[in-house]
């Protein structure tokens, strides 16, 4: 039987910076109080799994997420700082379509989360959730240890990627590494039922313009 969450879920409506809406649920503080308490024993296993290209998401001891704000900083500074390797020639940005309601049973197999969680997110999703709630704490941490697995995909083909949530960035000596890489992490998802958005992804083989699209320049990146 599922175990169904005590109360309804509010939902708000969140525009994003690129223009979009996106829509958070706001889960009864009861069940927001079980799906940390459920999420808490992957924690260690998914901050192991994580490795230093991931940035959002980290978290304190508690299971609680690390603040925002120095981390985006963080992220920033990292990929800048290989953008400017002198042997940086070609950097592929992308992210994940759909992520969070993308992300089913067979993704969430792969991080051995518990019968109890599964029969929470499915009750979850019966209450209109689709994937992975959009808003909660456990969310993100869940979806960073998920992403780690394309994350290591990528960097078993030779370039390991700086990533923001599911907004990845890799940077390699050319354009042939760069897609070999690239095309690693598109099969790292599809392994797990995601996919790359090829509509948000894009190839510069010029530094200057990846430094401006990421919100850097060679001088404030130097």
């Given at each position: ?26 889960l009864?503080?009861s069940?927001e ?10 924690v ?18 508690d299971g609680r ?6 981390a985006?900083?963080?992220w ?24 969070y309601?993308s992300?089913?049973?067979r ?25 992975l ?8 941490i ?12 990528a ?46 992804s894009r190839?510069?083989t ?17």
């Amino acid at each position: 039987m599922h175990q169904r969450p005590a109360g309804s879920i509010r939902w708000e409506r969140y525009g994003t910076p690129r223009g979009g809406d996106r829509w958070l649920a706001r889960l009864q503080p009861s069940d927001e109080r079980t799906y940390r308490r459920l999420v808490l024993p992957l924690v260690p296993r998914i901050e192991r799994s994580s490795g230093p290209g991931a940035f959002a998401a980290r978290h304190a001891p508690d299971g609680r997420l690390r603040p925002v704000r120095g981390a985006r900083s963080a992220w920033r500074r990292a990929v800048r700082g290989s953008i400017l390797e002198p042997t940086a020639q070609v950097v592929i940005m992308s992210d994940v379509r759909d992520c969070y309601p993308s992300m089913g049973e067979r993704a969430l197999e792969a991080l051995g989360c518990s019968g109890a969680l599964a029969s929470f997110l499915r009750a979850l999703e019966e209450a209109g959730v689709r994937g992975l709630p959009v808003g909660p704490d456990p969310s993100a941490i869940l979806a960073n240890g998920v992403l780690a697995h394309a994350d290591r995909a990528a960097a078993a083909a030779g370039c390991r990627p700086i990533r923001w949530v599911d907004d990845v960035v890799l940077v390699a000596a050319g354009r042939r590494p760069a897609i070999r890489a690239f095309d690693a992490w598109r099969r790292g998802l599809a392994e797990l039922g995601l996919e790359a958005h090829d509509g948000k992804s894009r190839m510069f083989t010029d530094v200057r313009e990846a430094l401006t699209t990421v919100g850097g320049s060679r001088a404030s990146g130097a």
